[in-house]
Each structure stands twice: as C-alpha cells, then as structure tokens.
C-alpha cells in the first residue's frame, strides 16, 4: 500500500527562518499527495495538496511540489512565524495511519 | 470549513461504564473514519463507514463498536470503557481525492 516517511521532529526554529520538512512516499501508481497541520487542541487540518507528478501545492506561504524522481513531497515556508507553531503530518490519499507528524515550534 | 461536530468535547467517564461519541457531518459524504490519538503512537484508525449501515475495523477496533444508521451521524461505542481507552478521538470524512476532513475531537477520561 502507499506509505510515507517524515522527518522525525522536534524541530525549534527562530522567526523568519527558513522551513523544509521532510517526506518521501512509496506508492502504487500516483496517488495524490497531502499536507495536513494540527494546531494545539485541534484536529487535523488540510494545509495543502498535489494531485499528480509535477504539481506545486500550496497555502499560507506553504509549498510541497509532488516530485516522482525522488518520490518526494517536503513541505517548505520561506520565513515562519509564532503563529506556524503546530504539528504537521504528510500522508498519501487513502492512508489511515497519519503517524506522529513533526512537531514544529517556532519563536520570537 | 467541512462541516464536521462531534459531541461530546470533553468527557469523564468510570471503569466499566458504556459511553457514545457522535460524529455529524453536513457535508454528505459516503466515508466516514473514527481515530484515536494519542502521545507516540499518531493517528490510529479505530473503525470506518462506507455507507448506510456498511461498516469495518480499523488497525485498533478491540473494544469499540460504531453504528451508521444515518448517511450524515456515525456513532462511536465502547461497551465496558477502560483507562487504556483515555485518549483524544477524531472522526474524518474524505473528499473527492482521498483527503481527509477532521472534526475537532472529543477529548476522553476513563478514571
């Protein structure tokens, strides 16, 4: 089935850096690929997604571009914020198990 | 905004004690997921619905029953609650391509 590998967390960073969060998948064809965040007391949000090969999602200054070269979908922001604090969680369409996600905290 | 509630948020419930979580979707979606969460283990699919009535186990259905008798509420029930069962629950819909929309939870105590 399709599965995915993300960066293990807990990743601390300063306002205004940079961000890349790691995923890569295996699949079964091409599925569509997503970004989901979950911010303290709240369920999963979809943040962005990529339906096919080639395909740059994105949100709120969030990017992943579905890349099949390297079976990969990293998430980037060019310059976080306090307010980007939050867990995020890569999956593949028709996953049901979302794992730990990576914890994201930034600050001031 | 998916248009998902589940009720209750909070709850407090003893050993042995049944109790019902209800998910309510506005949105008409045919799936329907119940997860639970909880520290170094993710997401976990307990059960899911793929219709009126159509249901199966997920990766950690022990314990736990669910019932859809109705296209937009999918119940969730744990018959003899336990203190392994204290955990946040989630109910999901998904959409046309496979994401999931997730309710805001319903945070569960078992004393």
């Known amino acids: 089935g399709n599965s995915v590998t993300q960066m293990e967390g807990p990743v601390t960073l300063s306002e205004e850096a940079f961000l890349t969060i790691n995923c890569t998948y295996t699949?079964?064809?091409?599925?569509?690929l997503f970004w989901y965040v979950q911010y303290p007391g709240e369920g999963l949000q979809l943040l962005l997604k990529a339906t096919k090969a080639d395909d740059k999602g994105s949100n709120k200054g969030f990017e992943a571009t579905y890349r099949k070269e390297t079976t990969s979908f990293h998430l980037e922001k060019g310059s976080v914020q306090v307010s980007d604090s939050a867990v995020y969680f890569c999956?593949?369409?028709?996953?049901?198990?979302f794992g730990t996600g990576t914890s994201l905290t930034v600050i001031p | 905004d998916a248009g998902i509630t589940q009720s209750p948020r909070h709850k407090v419930t003893e050993t042995g004690t049944p109790v019902t979580l209800r998910c309510h979707q506005t949105e008409n979606h045919r799936y329907m997921y119940w997860y639970r969460q909880d520290p170094g283990h993710g997401l976990r699919l307990i059960h899911y619905?793929?219709?009126?009535?159509?249901?199966d186990k997920g990766e950690v259905s022990d314990g736990y029953s669910v019932s859809r008798s109705k296209t937009e509420d999918f119940l969730l029930t744990l018959e003899s609650a336990t203190s392994s069962q204290t955990s946040v629950y989630f109910c999901a819909i998904s959409g046309a391509l496979d994401e999931q929309y997730f309710g805001p939870g319903t945070r569960l105590t078992v004393t």
């Open positions: 619905s793929y219709g009126v009535k159509d249901t």
């Open positions: 699949a079964t064809g091409y599925p569509s």
């Open positions: 999956a593949p369409g028709n996953q049901f198990y």
